[in-house]
């Protein structure tokens, strides 16, 4: 199941954690830049392949990769593009995200069963030469439901499978609705769901896991020593084209070929990805430090004319976002629960926060006229699913003064205080991670004070990605609002996200129009796409109008691939678990 991963930097976006509101010196906007991103290619042209080389690949970012080498337990997309020349999903798509059966097994949805059955194909082995058994399909299911994994990743969605919910309550010693029908050996497993999904066609439905796991390698480690164990930081098994040979923890991987791969042999000898400051992306480009690299948008204009390279470009499934603290997260009850005393917990307070923001004039100074402002949660690439009537909250000082004002935020000197008279003191959390992002954490600082609000950054200063992301998801106290990013699953469902029992609903807000509007996404009514996607605009109605979560900017994610190479591409049927398919890329011959 690919879930959406959080990102670094001011919203970072992609598997190769490309920068989105991006930072760098200041520039004017150019629309020709994004005109010309338009036209570049999503993959490099095809051309006979030789055997052998080393592919050095830069992944940007001033933070070290957590290295958390299970697609149960990692949340971070620095970790996921780490992981990508081994890590493969048990599914291939088409270009629509759709479910095929040419990847690593074949899926069969009977509705009137109310199944789905998944079976491995015969030689898809590990890279320890063990194939691939039913009970590496089953034990995701264990690894993210058990409380003592303290998986991130499990929520309401995967409760659909019969017995789930009771063995996450500890309740229950297994899964009843996942049946193994020719024992763990086999190479199938059967999943009995309460109800069926329209989206369980599609990659990233979130209703069941897309990945396997390694039980006999993985068996003997308890469940709350998995994640800091070595089997999972140090030593992982795949079953993708690669296996890991080297790690220079936190900064560096070197891969080499799995030689039990079940498709064949990789074109590469070894592929290296390696840890580059953002401040330095452009000067590896530019000197072909790195044969892939993503282009940090400030920096186009000193890189766009490199030589030797070729432009692979696309808009991602991804957003930045501003999220506002309205709950805490019981762990116990398994469930986000809200704060009626929230300081953010009043409407107007949260859309006069947005509305004083300058998204249009940052994305103009600092992106190169690559990143745009968007209006609704839901992006463009998902087709009829967007909702572009959506308003979404432009620039706009007057009104975010009038709504404070009516709302009772009255001003008190300089600042504005509670409707109940009480000091109001916001702290707003964002992400070093990215040349300019100081210079645009202060930019909004500006404009919140312009409207009265005295906000200051949670500790004083901007946050590492791993400090933020453990303050974020631990509820800190100093935290009532924060600027972070979403990588996307190619399903559009929100669950994930933003459903009332998700770890990853980072705001904490759940209400009962929200429960409703999310579980209608994936009702028997929405088997009728008409239906699923006036439920969708709906819900994206709602989100504007609540502003729990603002969504902010996308961006052309760009990248230098070096002209010698072949087999590099960003579509969805080349892609597999949201990465470039690395068997397939090489040197041209």
């Known amino acids: 199941m690919k879930l959406s991963k959080v990102l670094g930097s001011v919203g970072v976006v992609s598997a190769a954690a490309l920068a989105l509101v991006a930072c760098g010196k200041s520039g004017q906007n150019n629309n020709s830049n994004a005109k010309e991103a338009k036209k570049f290619p999503t993959a490099t042209s095809k051309k006979a392949t030789k055997q052998g080389g080393t592919v050095t690949v830069a992944?940007?970012?001033?933070?070290?990769?957590?290295?958390?080498?299970?697609?149960?337990?990692?949340?971070?997309?620095?970790?996921?593009?780490?992981?990508?020349?081994?890590?493969?999903?048990?599914?291939?798509?088409?270009?629509?995200?759709?479910?095929?059966?040419?990847?690593?097994?074949?899926?069969?949805?009977?509705?009137?069963?109310?199944?789905?059955?998944?079976?491995?194909?015969?030689?898809v082995k590990w890279s320890d030469g063990k194939q691939v058994n039913a009970k590496d399909l089953e034990y995701p299911y264990e690894i993210l439901a058990n409380k003592k994994t303290q998986a991130q990743r499990y929520d309401s969605t995967l409760e659909d499978i019969e017995g789930m919910k009771e063995y996450h309550e500890g309740k229950a010693k297994t899964i009843s609705g996942i049946e193994m029908p020719d024992g763990e050996n086999g190479r199938t497993i059967v999943i009995h769901f309460k109800q069926m999904?329209?989206?369980?066609?599609?990659?990233?439905?979130?209703?069941?896991?897309?990945?396997?796991?390694?039980?006999?390698?993985?068996?003997?480690?308890?469940?709350?020593?998995?994640?800091?164990?070595?089997?999972?930081?140090?030593?992982?098994l795949y079953f993708g084209p690669f296996k890991l040979d080297k790690l220079v923890r936190g900064q560096s991987v070197t891969w080499v070929p799995n030689k039990y791969y079940w498709r064949g042999k990789p074109k590469l000898n070894k592929v290296v990805i390696q840890v580059v400051s953002p401040n330095s992306a452009s000067q590896a480009i530019k000197s072909h430090k790195f044969d892939i690299a993503s282009v940090i948008n400030s920096q186009w204009q000193q890189v766009k004319n490199t030589k030797n390279v070729n432009w692979v470009a696309q808009v991602p499934l991804a957003y930045s976002y501003l999220g506002f603290k309205v709950g805490k997260f019981d762990a116990k009850a398994g469930k986000n629960v809200m704060n009626k005393d929230s300081k953010v917990a009043n409407k107007s307070l949260r859309q006069a926060i947005a509305y004083a923001m300058n998204v249009d004039a940052v994305n103009k100074r600092y992106t190169q006229g690559l990143s745009f402002h968007i209006k609704t949660l839901i992006p463009e690439g998902f087709g009829a699913y967007h909702d572009?009537?959506?308003?979404?909250?432009?620039?706009?000082?007057?009104?975010?003064?009038?709504?404070?004002?009516?709302?009772?935020?009255?001003?008190?000197?300089?600042?504005?205080?509670?409707?109940?008279?009480?000091?109001?003191?916001?702290?707003?959390?964002?992400?070093?991670?990215?040349?300019?992002?100081?210079?645009?954490?202060?930019?909004?600082?500006?404009?919140?004070?312009?409207?009265?609000?005295?906000?200051?950054?949670?500790?004083?200063?901007?946050?590492?990605?791993?400090?933020?992301?453990?303050?974020?998801?631990?509820?800190?106290?100093?935290?009532?609002?924060?600027?972070?990013?979403?990588?996307?699953?190619?399903?559009?469902?929100?669950?994930?996200?933003?459903?009332?029992?998700?770890?990853?609903?980072?705001?904490?807000?759940?209400?009962?129009?929200?429960?409703?509007?999310?579980?209608?996404?994936?009702?028997?009514k929405?088997?009728?796409s008409k239906y699923r996607v006036k439920v969708f605009h709906e819900w994206q109605q709602y989100m504007n109008d609540q502003a729990f979560v603002v969504p902010l900017s996308n961006s052309y994610s760009i990248s230098a691939v070096n002209s010698k190479l072949t087999g590099f591409s960003t579509k969805p049927s080349q892609n597999n678990n949201g990465h470039q398919l690395w068997y397939q890329v090489g040197y041209a011959k």
């Open 388 to 524: 572009s009537s959506v308003k979404g909250y432009d620039y706009n000082l007057k009104k975010a003064n009038q709504l404070l004002d009516r709302a009772g935020y009255k001003k008190k000197g300089k600042w504005r205080v509670q409707p109940n008279g009480k000091p109001l003191v916001l702290h707003f959390a964002t992400m070093s991670g990215s040349p300019n992002a100081e210079a645009i954490a202060q930019n909004y600082l500006q404009q919140w004070h312009k409207i009265g609000l005295n906000v200051k950054l949670t500790g004083g200063r901007l946050m590492e990605f791993n400090s933020f992301y453990d303050k974020v998801q631990n509820d800190s106290k100093d935290i009532d609002f924060f600027q972070a990013g979403w990588q996307l699953a190619s399903e559009p469902s929100q669950d994930s996200m933003y459903g009332e029992t998700s770890p990853m609903n980072y705001e904490r807000f759940a209400t009962p129009e929200n429960n409703k509007l999310l579980e209608e996404m994936n009702s028997q």
């Open 59 to 123: 992944l940007e970012t001033d933070t070290p990769f957590t290295g958390i080498f299970s697609d149960e337990l990692s949340t971070s997309a620095y970790d996921s593009s780490v992981a990508a020349p081994g890590e493969e999903s048990l599914f291939d798509t088409d270009d629509q995200y759709k479910i095929n059966n040419k990847g690593a097994a074949t899926m069969k949805l009977d509705r009137k069963a109310k199944t789905v059955t998944i079976t491995v194909k015969k030689g």
């Open 526 to 528: 929405s088997f009728d």
């Open 197 to 236: 999904k329209p989206s369980m066609y599609f990659s990233g439905n979130g209703c069941f896991w897309e990945s396997a796991a390694p039980y006999h390698y993985l068996k003997d480690v308890p469940f709350n020593k998995l994640q800091s164990c070595d089997q999972i930081r140090k030593k992982p």
